[in-house]
């Protein structure tokens, strides 16, 4: 199919260019439909750069930004999410989600790749793909020059302006029992300790340099760090080092040793987690974007917010150990056993001496971990799913939230909540059970920590720590929104349920050792889905769709293995996708749909 020409006016990192899909004729074209709170999203900006300079001469990538929240589309937001994870190349804002649906996408991550003559050649789902995509670039290249009808150079990307600063885009921040502050400087890889008045640098940790290097101070490096915990001083003193830092983009957990100023790698592999061991030597178990760290003495250990597969993991510094505390990895909210539980990016901790507080940013949710008879459970106080949020106070039940990323637990035991997207400080009170507005005017603000009595936020796109002071809540009444992509019409009763892969060129499905693909379906409600829902190994499946509700989320996730095709010692690959498809249930709906994980494009845009 002809690719769709791209619509809209806000172009970012082109020097104020327009571009069109014809000027780029002869060239090979990626389309990354993605939004900036996405945690898969951000995955794939990694695994894009690679590629970006693998084919500089030939291949161009373009971001089309599609969000998900109505903080995502502003102009400031796009503009600080593209300096803040670095983005090198154009970027479009698609605020409307027009090119989305020009593009029939239905999933955050999608990568569109468009040959030389203009055509839609290959589509992908989903994260992971990187190894696939340098082979289908790879064979249009060869292709296409055999045909004559590629050209290289001529990059259109034109880099932003940047400012200098002490911080850029920190995330979260720890009060020291020096009385110091530990922040994580996340846009400049680097972990800076303040003094007591949160502007002054004493030093840093990390040389500024994107890596995983171990070793001084001065010599060590980050990627994108944001969570810190401070160890209790019995185990600090075993462990041999006092702090534990989520090292979000390089997929580790580092120790720094705040005496010494040694950097040492405590956990993870580097390599991003995608399927396999959950639980044992935490130097040999890989981990996903760790997002933020706390310490819970009922645990145990350094609970780990991973963001990346949705779930809680539990880090014992004296064994050396990592486990999984809580999730199953699929996207959505629910609550009960810790095991059991599903969570949604998980973004921001607080421990107080029986509960866990956390947020989850994708279902603008506060939530609390119990612990109890040597065991978790997981209750919700504020938020509904996955696509409602808003900024309303009043009681929780009916309170709203956008995409909060961190928290702290005030002196009174009410819990405050950065609420980043709607750049607020909220107030929740588990006495009464209701929300509170206590500070608004913030630019993202990501962490909050109680510091000499003062509720200190670290405003991230301000880059600095801000004092709030404490004043009675007030109360907003602001209206629900929810999230904009358009529903699949469904049919109510039998439905079949399609998930394309087609592995890439060179590659073919792993059935060595059985099954090479699995498909769990659930839906919210769990009512919906009256036949079909659970676990299996084939990606069709007929399922039944209950009479008497009128719209709700087919939860989907898929994976397949698959490997190099004809070789002594093959290369295997583990590609996994989640879905929310939002579906509207009508008579006249249609009795099947259809989801790429990645394949051959077919049909219309």
């Known amino acids: 199919m002809r690719a769709p020409e791209l619509v809209g006016a806000q172009w970012l990192n082109t020097g104020g260019e327009t571009l069109r899909l014809a000027q780029l004729r002869g060239r090979i074209v990626l389309l990354d439909f993605w939004t900036s709170g996405c945690i898969n999203c951000l995955h794939v900006l990694d695994e894009l750069r690679p590629l970006e300079r693998e084919f500089a001469d030939v291949l161009v990538t373009i971001g089309v930004h599609s969000p998900k929240f109505l903080h995502e589309g502003e102009r400031a937001a796009i503009e600080a999410a593209v300096r803040r994870y670095e983005v090198h190349h154009p970027v479009l804002n698609d605020p409307d989600l027009t090119n989305w649906q020009h593009y029939a996408v239905k999933a955050w991550p999608t990568l569109v790749v468009i040959d030389p003559e203009g055509y839609v050649a290959h589509v992908a789902a989903g994260e992971g793909h990187g190894e696939a995509l340098r082979r289908v670039i790879g064979e249009l290249v060869a292709t296409h020059t055999e045909k004559g009808t590629l050209r290289s150079g001529g990059s259109p990307y034109v880099a932003a302006e940047e400012t200098e600063g002490d911080l850029r885009f920190p995330s979260k921040a720890v009060a020291l029992p020096s009385g110091t502050l530990l922040v994580a400087d996340t846009g400049q890889h680097a972990v800076v300790e303040l003094a007591a008045d949160g502007e002054t640098v004493l030093r840093r940790f990390g040389s500024g340099l994107r890596g995983a290097e171990d070793g001084p101070a001065e010599r060590a490096s980050f990627a994108e760090p944001s969570g810190i915990a401070v160890l209790p001083q019995a185990v600090a003193e075993r462990a041999g080092y006092q702090v534990v830092v989520a090292d979000t983009a390089g997929h580790l957990l580092r120790g720094i040793d705040l005496d010494t100023g040694q950097v040492r790698t405590v956990a993870g592999t580097g390599r991003q987690w995608r399927d396999g061991p959950v639980r044992g030597a935490a130097r040999e178990v890989d981990l996903t974007s760790p997002w933020d760290v706390a310490w819970w003495e009922p645990a145990g250990g350094v609970v780990v917010a991973m963001a990346g597969n949705h779930t809680l993991g539990l880090f014992d510094p004296l064994r050396g150990e990592v486990s999984r505390l809580a999730g199953t990895t699929v996207e959505g909210l629910r609550d009960g056993p810790a095991a059991a539980a599903f969570f949604a990016q998980t973004s921001g901790l607080a421990a107080t001496a029986g509960d866990l507080w956390l947020v989850d940013a994708e279902t603008s949710a506060l939530r609390r971990l119990r612990w109890a008879d040597g065991g978790c459970t997981v209750h919700t106080a504020v938020g509904t799913d996955l696509f409602s949020f808003g900024h309303r106070d009043g009681p929780a039940e009916a309170a709203l939230l956008q995409h909060p990323l961190g928290l702290a637990v005030l002196p009174d035991g009410s819990i405050a909540v950065a609420d980043t997207y709607n750049g607020a400080v909220r107030g929740y009170d588990p006495a009464t059970g209701t929300v509170s507005t206590l500070a608004s005017g913030l630019a993202e603000p990501s962490g909050l920590l109680v510091h000499a009595g003062e509720l200190l936020v670290v405003e991230s796109s301000g880059h600095r720590l801000r004092r709030v002071p404490r004043e009675a809540g007030a109360s907003v009444t602001g209206e629900a929104h929810a999230v904009r992509r358009p529903p699949t019409t469904l049919a109510p009763g039998e439905v079949e349920l399609e998930v394309v892969f087609q592995p890439p060129p060179g590659e073919k499905l792993d059935d060595r050792y059985g099954p090479s693909t699995r498909l769990e379906l659930s839906a919210s409600p769990p009512e919906l889905l009256a036949e079909g829902a659970g676990t299996g190994t084939a990606l069709t499946r007929r399922i039944r769709l209950a009479e008497g509700y009128p719209e709700g989320v087919l939860q989907v996730v898929a994976q397949a293995a698959s490997c190099d095709d004809e070789a002594e010692h093959p290369a295997c ?32 845009g």
């Open 573 to 604: 690959r583990m590609t996994r996708q989640d879905w929310g498809v939002p579906v509207r249930l009508d008579p006249s709906g249609e009795r099947g749909f259809r989801l790429v994980m990645a394949g051959q494009a077919t049909g219309e």
